[in-house]
């Protein structure tokens, strides 16, 4: 097992961002993580990054605190936060100095299939700036990958091509978490999917197992919301 909740419980005052969630991830997974807005996401995986403590319960990855572990995880936020001045080769010396997972080689690769223009982020599109920050984060060597929203911004038609190369390549060592609401892109990606609703796991299957049971993901999803 890589990582893992046990009875966490996020309270923000009185909102409470998820409640009793246990859960387990393992090498060589991509897991999508599912759920209206609101409804945790973000909160799960930064609780998984170490980024926010449990009110209640705890979070082990690789069988310590996330910020033990810190190394090991490999975060992408859902804000713009890039400083504007930078162009990916700029990112590149940042990450380089930052961690030293990084693999520059990957980076380039990923830049080339991202289709990132060379120019200064200010100056780059919504999804161009998306898929720079993306191309970011998986070029490091990190064990657990926790992407919120990253496709967000980026063309239904590029979408589908990213997503799909990424969680079918998906490597054996590392397990991703990728967050959507676009309940139609999860279809056919993910070998595994959560779902989450007003906080609480309502849903943790296996594709194939779903596939079995004659749903779709949206047929699981509509049945869990119902
Ligand atoms: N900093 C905060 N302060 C107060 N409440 C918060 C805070 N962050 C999140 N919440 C609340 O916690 C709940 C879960 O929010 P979260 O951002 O985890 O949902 P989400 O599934 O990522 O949503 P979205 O799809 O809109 O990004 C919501 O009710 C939200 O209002």
């Not at 990582?3 to 009185?14: D, E, N, S």
């Not at 996330?66 to 190394?71: M, T």
């Not at 194939?208 to 919301?225: H, M, N, P, T, Y």
Request: aromatic residues 8%; neutral net charge.
């Amino acid at each position: 097992m890589l990582a893992r909740l046990i009875g966490v419980t996020k309270r923000y005052g009185k909102t409470e961002g998820v409640h009793d969630l246990s859960l387990e991830l393992y090498p060589g997974q991509a897991v999508g993580l599912l759920g209206l807005n609101g409804s945790g996401k973000t909160t799960t995986l930064k609780l998984l990054a170490g980024m926010l403590f449990p009110t209640q319960g705890r979070v082990e990855v690789l069988g310590k605190s996330p910020r033990e572990n810190r190394g090991q995880i490999a975060y992408l936020s859902d804000a713009d936060n890039l400083y504007a001045w930078m162009t990916p080769g700029d990112a590149e010396r940042f990450m380089r100095g930052l961690y030293p997972d990084f693999n520059p080689r990957r980076y380039r690769e990923l830049l080339a299939f991202l289709e990132v223009p060379q120019q200064s982020y200010r100056a780059m599109s919504r999804g161009q700036r998306a898929r720079l920050r993306l191309a970011m984060v998986l070029a490091r060597d990190a064990r657990l990958f926790l992407l919120d929203e990253p496709l967000s911004g980026i063309d239904v038609i590029s979408r589908d091509r990213i997503l799909k190369s990424l969680v079918l390549e998906w490597r054996e060592e590392a397990c991703l978490v990728l967050s959507t609401h676009e309940v139609s892109e999860a279809e056919g990606i993910f070998e595994r999917v959560l779902l989450l609703k007003e906080g609480r796991l309502a849903l943790d299957a296996l594709a194939e197992d779903l596939r079995a049971r004659g749903q779709s993901v949206k047929d699981a999803f509509i049945e869990v919301l119902a």
